[in-house]
């Protein structure tokens, strides 16, 4: 399995980013990908996942209402738009994915892991 994220960038406070990953490597649609981000001397912490089988996504409360996770199944990718950002989303934002089954977005439920974007931004 391969993940390949990409869409990272520099914006201004209240700007919107939207990253891409593309996944490649599994056979049938019962796996889950997910967004985690990595702050400086922070630890990784979940932000949004899908359930490719089902369509069912989650996002965490400080991404609520500003973040949302879609994915294109004709294309493999999965898409985390990013609006009204702010200084506090800075970060690396890695794609990781799993086999089904999987309850939350623990990093050590995770079993294939991009190489991660950066996104920066600007106050």
């Known amino acids: 399995v391969q993940l390949v994220e990409s869409g990272g960038g520099l914006v201004p406070a209240g700007g919107s980013l939207t990253l891409s990953c593309v996944v490649s490597?599994?056979?049938?649609?019962?796996?889950?990908i997910a967004w985690f981000r990595q702050a400086p001397g922070k630890e990784r912490e979940g932000v949004s996942s899908i359930n490719i089988a089902d369509d069912f996504t989650d996002l965490v409360d400080s991404v609520k209402g500003r973040f949302s996770i879609s994915s294109d199944k004709s294309r493999n990718t999965v898409y985390l738009n990013m609006n009204r950002l702010k200084p506090e989303d800075t970060a690396i934002y890695y794609c990781a994915a799993t086999p089904l089954p999987v309850l939350g977005m623990r990093v050590a439920q995770f079993k294939y892991w991009g190489q991660g974007t950066q996104v920066t931004v600007s106050s």
């Open positions: 490597g599994f056979t049938d649609d019962d796996y889950v």
